[in-house]
């Protein structure tokens, strides 16, 4: 009998546990896997594989039931979902049920979930922007947060090994806020938006439009051709999941990376209830471990490893480090100081300007295109200008299409068929701010309510603040200025009262920083108090910044990855 337990712990003891398989999982994973590691990779949803996991890819809008409508009882079982710009009929497959995941909003929060292999990988918009040491020095410049413990220099080469592999187009712009990087051939302009951008040049030396950067693959390179990917084919039906391969996702790139080299187990239909942690060393002792409960059996399992990294999403990492409580951690794993689920951030979506432009009507675009122009941070850059901390970065877009129905069918739309010629152009603009990691903006565990696995649910208490609303009212008027003097007509504010959370950039809750005292992680993305397990998804993040954080998720876990290997093998994990 005693052999027996043996053999069966042994089976399931791994060199390291990845928990989660999106974004930054996937990068853990590969790493590990890369470096000789067996590793386990657990994800609570169901398996999706790339190409064959995808239902809806290579569907016509005349194929599907609703034409790509969702009815009104789906939108009832997925009403947090479908407030999602991504959520219709061909991306609801990849988007979890409210019932799936209650939890308690005690300020209202869209938590979004996407639960499969992958994750939201498969959903994401796909912008990659580095972020500079103006972000990196935010939090000791203004006094908000703590000062971040690693700074541009640190993250650069981890930033050019992700983007290789990723595939990144974008143009070398030069711009002190906005590092370059290692890029693929860019997306090109419209010709509205580089009037746009010479129009800004000239009245702000400041400011700047360029072309987005994306993790999309313009031009493929050998190490994409060795992943199996393709040629971006611009189809913008990315949330379906490309078959080509054309985006970057976990599911296209870096999982099957990982299972070639033999040393990944991929166990989809599992949800990590908690760390474990061994008592019997309670003085710099480490987490031998993890418990998982099977999504279809419902029976828990407990699996061990050296090194456990903690990928689940930034929400879902918190409830777990909450739930891990021993007796030397009983307010959860590695909480000494108290901070682990506080100083909760987000992006803030709310502000989009519109308009139109009557210029340049002997032109119009041609075919699609997965990207967009974007205005990096210009407000509090090199001095507090404001009466709001930090800033916003934003989004530009200028098009002319042909042939416009909002009907969807019948006597418009043959109208417009018969008369096709070109309206004037419509431009537009869409808000990314960022907000404030504060001391009570929190999740926690509910004492009392569970989930459908007998897991605490989440108490959700993160919310917009006076500073928001100062950002959102300054993005307002600066880019009414930059649109009127553009020579851009018919312009016009909106408040999209958009949810925190409903972006998928929630971030904060197991902070990096210098000080065991005032944060969770060190600079290698180690808990302080339990060196073997690492956070390098949302949740380690310090403050927010105004760049989308995918791409420093990624670059974040390849560094931890590497450092926790040589760790290990040097004897000290």
């Known amino acids: 009998m005693v052999n027996l337990i043996v053999d069966s712990q042994k089976a399931r003891t791994y060199d390291a546990i990845v928990i989660g398989s ?5 990068w853990a994973a590969k790493e590990l896997t890369e470096h000789g590691l067996h590793t386990l990779l657990l994800e609570r949803g169901r398996d999706v594989k790339h190409v064959t996991g995808y239902p809806t890819a290579m569907l016509n809008p005349w194929d599907m039931e609703h034409r790509g409508q969702v009815p009104l009882i789906s939108r009832q079982e997925y009403s947090i979902a479908s407030r999602n710009y991504a959520f219709r009929e061909d991306t609801r497959h990849f988007f979890a049920k409210d019932s799936d995941q209650p939890y308690i909003q005690e300020k209202p929060f869209d938590w979004i979930h996407g639960y499969q292999v992958g994750g939201r990988s498969l959903l994401w918009g796909r912008q990659t922007q580095r972020w500079s040491d103006f ?24 930033y050019s090994h992700v983007e290789k592999f990723a595939g990144i187009s974008g143009n070398k712009d030069g711009l002190a806020t906005l590092p370059d990087g290692e890029f693929l051939a860019p997306h090109e302009m419209s010709c509205v938006e580089t009037h746009f951008k010479k129009q800004v040049a000239a009245h702000y030396p400041d400011r700047h439009v360029i072309i987005g950067r994306a993790a ?13 990917r393709a040629q971006c084919q611009h189809r913008t039906l990315c949330e379906r999941g490309c078959p080509y391969g054309g985006y ?20 989809p239909n599992s949800v990590v209830h908690s760390i474990i942690f061994d008592n019997n060393k309670p003085a710099g002792g480490k987490a031998t471990g993890v418990r998982v409960i099977d999504t279809n059996t419902l029976q828990m399992t407990e699996y061990y490893a050296r090194i456990i990294f903690v990928n689940a999403s930034a929400l879902h990492t918190n409830l777990i480090l909450l739930n891990s409580t021993s007796n030397r951690f009983p307010n959860g794993l590695g909480n000494d100081n108290g901070l682990l689920g506080t100083h909760m951030a987000f992006h803030s979506y709310r502000g989009r300007m519109s308009g139109t432009y009557e210029g340049l009507n002997t032109f119009t675009t041609d075919g699609r295109r997965p990207n967009s122009s974007y205005i990096p941070r210009f407000r509090n850059v090199y001095k507090q200008e404001t009466d709001f901390l930090r800033g916003y970065a934003a989004t530009f877009y200028a098009s002319r299409e042909p042939i416009q ?3 969807g069918l019948g006597a418009s739309l043959k109208q417009r068929l018969l008369d096709p010629t070109p309206g004037d152009w419509q431009v537009g603009s869409a808000m990314m701010a960022e907000t404030i990691p504060k001391a009570e903006s929190t999740v926690r565990l509910d004492p009392t309510r569970k989930d459908n696995f007998g897991i605490p649910q989440l108490r959700v208490s993160v919310g917009y603040d006076a500073n928001d609303e100062k950002i959102l009212k300054d993005y307002f008027e600066q880019l009414t200025e930059m649109f009127t003097l553009a020579g851009f007509r018919n312009i016009r504010t909106q408040d999209t009262g958009r949810l925190p959370g409903s972006e998928n950039h929630e971030m904060g809750g197991v ?7 005032t944060s969770l992680l060190n600079r290698w993305n180690q808990l302080h108090h339990c ?7 949302g949740a380690c993040m310090t403050s927010t910044s105004t760049q989308n954080p995918s791409l420093t998720y990624m670059a974040l876990s390849a560094r931890a990855a590497n450092y926790a290997v040589k760790q290990m093998k040097a004897g000290a994990l």
């Open 216 to 228: 999309h693959l313009t031009t493929p390179q050998d190490i994409h051709f060795r992943q199996g």
């Open 511 to 517: 902070r990096m920083g210098r000080d065991p005292k």
């Open 135 to 158: 972000d990196f020095t935010g939090p000791v410049r203004d006094g908000f947060a703590v000062d971040w413990p690693i700074r541009y220099a640190d993250l650069a080469p981890w």
């Open 405 to 407: 129905n909002q009907d």
């Open 531 to 537: 060196k073997n397990v690492f956070v390098t998804d």
């Open 22 to 26: 999106g974004m930054s999982g996937g």
């Open 248 to 267: 970057y996702s976990s599911n296209a790139s870096t999982i099957p990376w990982a299972l070639r080299t033999g040393k990944l187990s991929l166990q």
